[in-house]
């Protein structure tokens, strides 16, 4: 007698066989894609950093343009317009108030400004891949003012302080 399907017990085998492919390859996908988004926003955030830094010394000639107690630059439309990020990161950062630019004066030395970026991510695994990236540029704050990279929750901030040389 001649068989023409599969029985019973070798589609159950089969289909053992692909659940136990699937285990293992779903959570290395995830951590894949996790490690890719955390490449992204920290792509994004030293562009970011990159573009107010180029921002500042063009547009601030004097040193009275920031005022001692800060300035915050997320609610410039010019600043939002100038290509720095991608638009898509820089609207969905906005929207869910996970994006904080702030700028304000070193009291000490009128010359330099310090610069803070602070991008909440909503999620502690991406953050602490997202600082990992970025500390390589930047290195890694100890303190609040301390210049660098730090994590607080699922905040990445960073810190940095510029010279405004032509003033």
């Given amino acids: 007698m001649k068989r023409t399907g599969f029985t019973l017990i070798e589609l159950l085998i089969v289909m053992a066989i692909i659940a136990a492919l699937m285990a293992v390859l779903i959570p290395t996908a995830t951590g894949a894609m996790r490690k890719a988004t955390a490449t992204r926003i920290a792509v ?14 063009a547009t601030l000639p004097k040193e009275t343009a920031i005022p001692t107690g800060g300035k915050n630059l997320e609610d ?6 100038s290509g720095f990020v991608d638009q898509t990161f820089l609207g969905r950062a906005k929207s869910q108030n996970g994006l904080k630019i702030q700028l304000s004066r070193v009291d000490s030395i009128p010359k ?28 890694e704050a100890q303190s609040e003012n301390e210049d660098g990279v730090r994590l607080v929750g699922s905040k990445v901030i960073i810190r940095r302080t510029i010279e405004a040389f032509w003033w």
């Fill in 112 to 139: 330099k400004i310090t610069m803070k970026i602070e991008f909440d991510t909503n999620n502690q695994p991406i953050a602490l891949l997202v600082k990992g990236s970025l500390v390589e540029t930047y290195g």
């Fill in 76 to 81: 410039d439309g010019d600043f939002e317009a």
């Fill in 44 to 57: 994004q955030l030293r562009n970011l950093q990159q573009g107010v830094e180029q921002y500042i010394l």
